[in-house]
Nanobody
Framework: VQLQASGGGLVQAGDSLRLSCAAS????????MYWFRQAPGKEREFVAA????????YYLDSVKGRFTISRDNAKNTVYLQMNNLNPEDTAVYYC????????????WGQGTLVTVSS
Protein backbone atom coordinates (compact mmCIF):
# COMPACT_ATOMS: atom_id res chain seq x y z
CA VAL A 1 0.00 0.00 0.00
CA GLN A 2 1.20 3.53 -0.75
CA LEU A 3 0.32 6.38 1.57
CA GLN A 4 0.09 10.11 0.88
CA ALA A 5 -0.33 12.46 3.83
CA SER A 6 -1.49 16.04 3.57
CA GLY A 7 -3.02 18.84 5.59
CA GLY A 8 -0.12 20.15 7.62
CA GLY A 9 0.56 23.82 8.09
CA LEU A 10 1.27 26.70 10.43
CA VAL A 11 -1.39 27.43 13.03
CA GLN A 12 -1.65 29.24 16.33
CA ALA A 13 -2.08 27.65 19.73
CA GLY A 14 -5.69 26.69 20.27
CA ASP A 15 -6.41 26.23 16.58
CA SER A 16 -7.54 23.06 14.85
CA LEU A 17 -6.16 21.20 11.87
CA ARG A 18 -7.16 18.04 10.05
CA LEU A 19 -4.61 15.78 8.47
CA SER A 20 -5.52 13.34 5.73
CA CYS A 21 -3.77 10.24 4.47
CA ALA A 22 -4.88 8.68 1.22
CA ALA A 23 -3.99 5.05 0.61
CA SER A 24 -3.68 3.18 -2.63
CA UNK A 25 -5.00 -0.32 -3.13
CA UNK A 26 -8.34 -2.00 -2.77
CA UNK A 27 -7.95 -3.58 0.66
CA UNK A 28 -7.77 -0.45 2.78
CA UNK A 29 -10.17 -1.83 5.38
CA UNK A 30 -7.77 -4.71 6.02
CA UNK A 31 -5.12 -2.34 7.34
CA UNK A 32 -4.66 -0.93 10.79
CA MET A 33 -3.89 2.75 10.25
CA TYR A 34 -1.66 4.93 12.39
CA TRP A 35 -0.45 8.43 12.89
CA PHE A 36 3.03 9.01 14.30
CA ARG A 37 4.93 12.22 14.77
CA GLN A 38 8.50 13.33 15.17
CA ALA A 39 9.35 16.65 16.77
CA PRO A 40 12.69 18.34 16.12
CA GLY A 41 15.45 16.60 18.04
CA LYS A 42 13.12 13.93 19.40
CA GLU A 43 12.31 10.33 18.72
CA ARG A 44 9.33 9.42 16.59
CA GLU A 45 6.29 8.68 18.72
CA PHE A 46 2.96 7.00 18.27
CA VAL A 47 0.00 9.36 18.17
CA ALA A 48 -3.10 7.39 17.22
CA ALA A 49 -4.28 4.15 15.67
CA UNK A 50 -7.46 2.87 14.06
CA UNK A 51 -7.62 -0.91 14.27
CA UNK A 52 -8.73 -2.67 11.11
CA UNK A 53 -12.21 -4.15 10.95
CA UNK A 54 -13.34 -3.49 14.51
CA UNK A 55 -12.80 0.26 14.59
CA UNK A 56 -11.10 0.46 17.96
CA UNK A 57 -8.94 3.51 18.38
CA TYR A 58 -5.93 4.22 20.57
CA TYR A 59 -4.20 7.47 21.42
CA LEU A 60 -1.08 8.90 22.95
CA ASP A 61 -2.08 10.10 26.41
CA SER A 62 -1.15 13.71 25.71
CA VAL A 63 -3.53 13.95 22.74
CA LYS A 64 -6.54 12.16 24.24
CA GLY A 65 -9.59 14.38 24.14
CA ARG A 66 -7.97 16.68 21.57
CA PHE A 67 -7.16 14.43 18.61
CA THR A 68 -9.48 12.05 16.81
CA ILE A 69 -8.48 9.43 14.28
CA SER A 70 -11.11 8.34 11.81
CA ARG A 71 -11.22 6.48 8.56
CA ASP A 72 -13.38 6.44 5.47
CA ASN A 73 -12.96 3.00 3.95
CA ALA A 74 -14.90 4.03 0.84
CA LYS A 75 -12.35 6.78 0.17
CA ASN A 76 -9.31 4.79 1.34
CA THR A 77 -8.47 7.68 3.63
CA VAL A 78 -7.59 8.06 7.28
CA TYR A 79 -7.87 11.39 9.07
CA LEU A 80 -6.45 12.96 12.17
CA GLN A 81 -8.57 15.78 13.52
CA MET A 82 -6.45 17.86 15.86
CA ASN A 83 -8.12 20.37 18.13
CA ASN A 84 -6.79 22.77 20.72
CA LEU A 85 -3.28 22.48 19.34
CA ASN A 86 -0.35 23.61 21.41
CA PRO A 87 3.30 24.26 20.55
CA GLU A 88 4.27 20.81 21.91
CA ASP A 89 2.30 19.31 19.03
CA THR A 90 4.74 20.80 16.53
CA ALA A 91 6.18 17.91 14.55
CA VAL A 92 6.29 16.13 11.25
CA TYR A 93 3.27 13.83 11.22
CA TYR A 94 3.41 10.52 9.40
CA CYS A 95 0.67 8.10 8.52
CA UNK A 96 1.42 4.41 8.50
CA UNK A 97 -0.32 1.11 7.89
CA UNK A 98 0.03 -2.50 8.86
CA UNK A 99 -1.90 -5.69 8.23
CA UNK A 100 -1.73 -6.56 11.93
CA UNK A 101 -1.47 -4.18 14.89
CA UNK A 102 2.19 -3.54 15.63
CA UNK A 103 4.59 -1.05 17.18
CA UNK A 104 6.41 -0.77 13.88
CA UNK A 105 4.11 -0.59 10.87
CA UNK A 106 5.51 -1.83 7.61
CA UNK A 107 4.11 0.90 5.37
CA TRP A 108 4.81 4.60 5.76
CA GLY A 109 3.83 7.75 3.98
CA GLN A 110 5.86 10.90 3.65
CA GLY A 111 5.45 13.33 6.51
CA THR A 112 3.45 16.50 6.70
CA LEU A 113 4.71 19.32 8.89
CA VAL A 114 2.53 20.81 11.59
CA THR A 115 3.83 23.94 13.27
CA VAL A 116 1.96 25.45 16.19
CA SER A 117 2.98 28.93 17.26
CA SER A 118 2.35 30.25 20.76
Amino acid sequence: VQLQASGGGLVQAGDSLRLSCAASGRTFNEYTMYWFRQAPGKEREFVAASIRRDGRTYYLDSVKGRFTISRDNAKNTVYLQMNNLNPEDTAVYYCAASLTPTDNPEYWGQGTLVTVSS
